[in-house]
C-alpha cells in the first residue's frame, strides 16, 4: 500500500480497536445462554460467504445476527457478534487469508459501524417511531451498510488508485438489497422473541440459508455474465493482435512502430481524461491504423525514397480502407473513425476528407502526433532515425497546423517518460512464417512462366549448380546445428564445428579462441601453423581476433600476421595471407572468437562471412554450456579452497592405483597428512588466516610431489599423499621432509603448527582402498599422539620414533 492508504487503515484500526476495548471492558449480559446461542450461529454463519465481485473478498450471513443483537441485546454483546463473526470471515474457509494488518482493520470496521448503528438505532428521537413497522431496523440497516462498506471502499481506492466512487459502486453497491433483507428478518426474528421466547426463533433460520443461497445463486450468474463479457473482449483483443500480424506480413518495419504508438497513444489518451471505452478504441486503432496498407502494392510501401504523385495517390487509400476493414469486425468502441481520420490535419490540409480542428475525432488527433512522432524517431526505407529530442521538436513546430496543440502539449512534457514505458512494454512472440520454404507441391495448374525448361546447360547449368550448393549449404548447417547439441565436451563441441565447418567455408586453419577473463586462449586448433596458434594468448582488443571480441563485430579477409602472438616477429612466420573472424555471441557476452585462416589472398566471401554469422550464436552457446558443464564437472572434483582434488576425487584414483599395482606388483604407500595447531590459528586469527595456511601448505605438497605423485585433501586439514614406486626407506625419506613443510612455507613457529603423518603400503597393510587408509590414518593419530606427549613434557621431538611409526 502506498503511504495514504497505510495512514487511513492505520487510523481506522487504532480508531475501532479503542471503541472495541472501551465497549467491552463494560461488557455484560443479562441471558448468558441466549447470548452464546447466538454468537454460535453467528459464528457458523460467518462460514457461509458471498464472494464479492470484482475484488478479492466476501460477505458472510453472519450481519443478521448483528441486527438481532441491536434489536433485542446490549452494546457489548451486539459488538461481540459483529466482532467474533469478521473473526471467522478471515481465517475460516479463506481462499487467501488476510495478513494481519488486514484482519486488525476489518474488525475495527465492523466494531466502528456495529457501534454507531447500535447507537443510532436506540437514540431517543428514533425510538419514536419502533412501533411503525420495520421502518426503524431498516433505516439501521441502511446506516449499517454504509458505516461497513465505505470504509473498506476507502481503502480498497487508496491502495488501488482507483476512483472512490466506482469502487464504492462496483464491489458493494449490489448489495444494498441484502442488507435491507437482513435487516428486514431481524425485525421478524426480534418480533418472534418478544411475543413468545427467543427459542422461538429458530424455526426462522431455514430462512436465513434460503436468502444466503438465492443471493449466492444471483452471483453466480453475475459471474457468468462477467466471464461471457470478458471472454467477448479477449476474443476482440486476439482479432485485433490477428490483423496486426496481418499488417506486419505486409510491412516488416511497422512491428516495432506499432507497438510503440500504441504505448505512447493509450498514456496521452488518460491524461486527457478519455473514458474507459475511448481508450479501448484508441488502444485498438493505435494497432491498426495501418492496416489499410494492405491495399497498397509493397513496392511503395517499401520503396527507398520519396513516392512520386501517383504513389501517393495509391497511399492515400489506406485510411479508407483501413477503417471499411474494420467496420466490419463490428468492435464495441468507435475504431473506425479514428483509423478513417488519423491523417487528417489540425488545419483541414489532411486526407482523406479534409477535416479540421474538433471536428477530427479526438483519438485520431491523439494518433495522428504520436504517429508522426515515432516516424521521425524511427528508421525508415528513405531516411535515418531522428534522435527523440530532434524528433519532438519537429512535432512542436507543427502544433497548430498538422496537430492539436493541446496533444502535442502532453507529448512535449511526457515523451521521455512515454518512452521508458515503450521500452519496457513486452514484445509480441508470435510471428508469421513467411520465410518459410514449402517443399510439397507440383507446378499450378497454368504451369510456370516461360514454358518447359530447356536443356541444361550455360546459364540453366549455372543456375541447378547454385539451388544444389544451396541445398548443401542448408543440409551442412543443420546437421552442424543438431550435432551442437550432442555433447558437453568442449573439445568434442569445437572439433565437431571444425569438421562440419569445412565442407561449407574452405580453410587451410582455424582457430577457436575461448575468452578468459581478458584474454582469448585458443581450445581448439587444426591446419597450418598448428604450433603458432595453439600458443597464442590474445589479449582482448590486441591483434585480429583481439579487436573482433572486444567490438562484438567480424573481420572479412584480414592479416593473419596482425595476431599478437607472432606481430613483428620475424622468427614467427606463417604463408596464411587471408583470415575470416567473427565474434561468438553467447548470453553472458561474447564468449570467444572463431577465425578461419586460408593461403590465398582475399579467399573468404561474404557468402562465407553470412555463414559463419548464422551459425556464431549456436557455437558460443554450445562454448558456453561445455564450459559451465566443465566448471560443474571440477567444482565435483576439486577442493575449492586449495585446488587440489577432494575426496570423491582421492577415492577413485587410490581404487585405480591399487588396481594398477595389483596387476604391475608395484608398491604404493598412501600417506594421510594433518596440520596440527590450525585450530589455534583459527581461534586466535579469524579463519581467513587459516585458510591462508592451509593454501601455502597445498602448494608447498603439490610442489613436492613428482609427476606421477598424487596429492588430494580429504577434508578439514587432512591431507593424502598416493606415492607409488620405491622403497621403504626412500618413502621415510620424504616423510620426514615433507613433516618440515610447515615451517618451510613461512608459518611461524610460534604458532604450534606442526604436521601428523601416517604411512600405509600396499600389499603388506592392506589389499584395498579402505585398509589401507584406514592403517595410514590410525598410523597418523598415533604420531600425533606421541607429538603431542614429549611437546608436553618439553623434550625435543623423537623424529626416529615418529618415522619409525610412519
Known sequence: MNLKATLYVTAISLAGSGLIATTLYRWHSEDLLRFCFYLILSALAAGLKVNLPGIRGSMPVCFLFVFV????????????????GTAVQCLWKAEQRPKLSQAIFNIANTGIAVRAAYSLYHWPVLQRFDHIGPLLPIATGLAYYLLNTVPIAGAISLADGKPFGKTWHHCYFWSFPFYMVGASVAWIISLCTRQMHWQGSIVLLPVIYLIYRSYQLHLARLEDERRHVESIAGLHMRTIEALALAIEAQDHTTHEHLRRVCVYAVEVGKQLGLSGHELEALKAAALLHDIGKLAVPGHIISKPGRLTQEEFEKMKIHPVVGAEILERA???????????????????????????????????????????????????????????????????????????????????????????????????????????????????????????????????????????????EVQLLFELVQDLGNSLSLDETLSVVAARLKKIVPYDAIAIYVRLEKKLIPRYVNGEDFRLFSSLEIPVGEGLSGWVAENRKPILNGNPS???????????????????????????????????????????????????????????????????????????????????????????????????????????????????????????????????????????????????????????????????????????????????????????????????????YYPEDGSDAEELLAEADRRMYKAKHLQKKYRMAGDPQPAVEIAAIA
Open 330 to 472: 463490428a468492435f464495441p468502441y468507435p475504431v473506425a473513425p479514428i483509423v478513417r481520420a488519423h491523417h487528417e490535419k489540425w488545419d483541414g490540409t489532411g486526407y482523406p476528407y479534409g477535416l479540421s480542428g474538433e471536428e477530427i475525432p479526438i483519438g485520431a488527433r491523439i494518433l495522428a502526433a504520436v504517429d508522426c512522432l515515432d516516424a521521425l524517431a524511427s528508421d525508415r526505407q528513405y531516411r535515418r532515425a531522428l534522435g527523440l529530442e530532434e524528433a519532438m521538436n519537429a512535432v512542436v513546430a507543427l502544433a497548430g497546423t498538422s496537430f492539436d496543440p493541446k496533444v502535442v502539449r502532453i507529448l512535449k512534457r511526457q515523451y521521455a517518460e512515454l518512452e521508458r514505458l515503450a521500452q519496457a512494454a513486452p514484445e509480441s512472440t508470435a510471428k508469421l512464417s513467411t520465410h518459410v520454404r514449402i517443399d510439397k507441391g507440383a507446378a499450378p495448374a497454368a504451369g510456370y512462366q516461360g514454358g518447359a525448361p530447356h536443356a541444361a546447360g550455360g546459364y540453366e547449368t549455372g543456375f541447378l549448380r547454385s539451388i544444389a550448393a544451396a541445398r548443401q
Open 562 to 760: 596482425m595476431e599478437p602472438g607472432y606481430l613483428a616477429d620475424p622468427a614467427k612466420f606463417s604463408t596464411l595471407r587471408s583470415a575470416l573472424a567473427v565474434p561468438l555471441e553467447g548470453i553472458s557476452g561474447v564468449a570467444g572468437v572463431m577465425t578461419l585462416y586460408r593461403a590465398e589472398h582475399d579467399a573468404f566471401s561474404r557468402d562465407h562471412l553470412r555463414i559463419l554469422l548464422a551459425i556464431g550464436s549456436k557455437v558460443a552457446l554450445a562454448v558456453e554450456n561445455a564450459l559451465i558443464f566443465r566448471q560443474v564437472e571440477d567444482s565435483a572434483t576439486t577442493d575449492y579452497l586449495s585446488g587440489l582434488p577432494n575426496a570423491r576425487s582421492l577415492f577413485l584414483r587410490l581404487n585405480s592405483e591399487v588396481a594398477r599395482c595389483h596387476r604391475s606388483g608395484e608398491p604404493l604407500c598412501v600417506a594421510v597428512c594433518d596440520l596440527d595447531g590450525l585450530k589455534q590459528i583459527n581461534d586466535r586469527c579469524g579463519h581467513l588466516e587459516g585458510n591462508k595456511v592451509l593454501r601455502l601448505v597445498s602448494e608447498a605438497l603439490r610442489s613436492r610431489c613428482r609427476e606421477y605423485d598424487y596429492v588430494a585433501r580429504m577434508g578439514g586439514d587432512e591431507f593424502v599423499l598416493l606415492l607409488p614406486g620405491g622403497d621403504r626407506r626412500s618413502i621415510q625419506e620424504r616423510i620426514a621432509e615433507i613433516r618440515q613443510l610447515p615451517i618451510e612455507t613461512g608459518v611461524p613457529a610460534s604458532s604450534g603448527v606442526s604436521m601428523s603423518i601416517g604411512a600405509a
Open 69 to 84: 443483537g441491536i434489536a433485542d441485546l446490549n452494546a457489548s454483546e451486539t459488538l461481540m457478534f459483529g466482532c467474533v
